[in-house]
């Protein structure tokens, strides 16, 4: 797809997307040593960036050395960076007791809960996320899911984006989701449809299959008849239509414009863009 723009063609906003860092308590490990290349990327290329948005598996066990690194990780580039908002992963919570990997979480990135929503210029972002511990799938309890309808109402235009974010994909769309690979993971796959079926405008981004952006569906076409998926790659590692490990570390940066969003792959080893995940998706143009 087409990313060029005129030069007076300024975007609206700009912000990044990573996923599955992965933060281990070693400090040389090779995913910490990626999450501070793309945070060192982001440093450097970002500029006017309105934000990090993180779509889970910030640790890689949920453990408080983990977190403590995280942090570390962050504050050595928290000067030129924007704020990160997280989204919980099931690495982040499956592996211990409920309420204490949640404590944890909500203490050590500041988020409130499992689901929470910001209004950034102008611009609706929705953050999803499991109200279970399950070692890989995601519960979204009913109360999430009507909190979920009427976030999605407050914005009455349908020709502006809503960016939702959550950390497993779901079934039979994104790279990784097919039912056969078991790394979709959302329990109530069929409502979550259903209520973005009656949202097209949403683009929903999401992570957990760590597969590499440069497959041909990494992006989920909606047809005005659904919301437009993503996948998100991993910074931590990555995985291939082989069904294998690969080394490296992926994420997207964002353009909003007032009639189309770009989203641009950026391979964060190399400082390169992914020429084979550049998209747009148009909107009709709207006053912002």
């Known amino acids: 797809m087409s990313t060029n723009t005129s030069p007076e063609d300024k975007p609206v906003i700009t912000f990044q997307i990573i996923t599955d860092t992965h933060v281990t308590a070693n400090r040389n490990h090779e995913y910490n040593l990626n999450f501070e290349l793309a945070l ?7 500029e006017g960036s309105s934000g990090i948005m993180h779509i ?21 580039h928290k000067a030129d960076l924007p704020d990160i908002t997280f989204t919980l992963g099931n690495h982040d919570v499956g592996l211990g007791i409920w309420k ?24 609706h972002f929705i953050f999803l996320g499991t ?20 976030k999605l109402g407050e914005q009455s235009s ?26 979709y993971g959302v329990t109530q796959d069929k409502e979550l449809k259903e209520i973005l079926s009656r949202h097209p405008q949403t683009l929903l981004f999401t992570g957990h299959t760590h597969w590499e952006l440069e497959v041909d569906n990494t ?6 008849e659904m919301a437009t998926m993503f996948n998100a790659a991993s910074v931590a590692y990555l995985w291939t239509n082989e069904d ?26 190399t400082g390169t863009w992914i020429e084979a995940a550049q998209y747009e998706v148009a909107y009709t143009a709207v006053n912002v």
């Open 40 to 46: 060192r990327d982001i440093a450097a290329h970002g």
């Open 131 to 150: 109200e279970k511990g399950l070692p890989k799938f995601c519960h979204l309890s009913s109360k999430q899911l009507d909190w979920l309808e009427h």
């Open 244 to 269: 294998k490990h690969k080394t490296g570390s992926q994420g997207f940066y964002v353009e909003v414009f007032r009639d189309k969003v770009l989203i641009r792959g950026r391979d964060f080893k």
């Open 158 to 183: 349908p020709d502006q984006p809503i960016f939702l974010f959550l950390h497993q994909p779901l079934k039979d769309t994104v790279a990784g989701s097919l039912e056969s690979q078991d790394w």
């Open 219 to 224: 992006m989920h076409p909606g047809h005005g």
């Open 56 to 76: 889970g598996d910030v640790t890689d066990h949920g453990f408080s050395a983990e977190y403590k690194e995280m942090l570390r990780i962050i504050n050595q």
């Open 100 to 123: 204490s990997r949640l404590g944890m979480y909500t203490s050590q990135t500041g988020m409130s809960g499992p689901y929470h929503d910001h209004w950034i210029n102008g611009y």
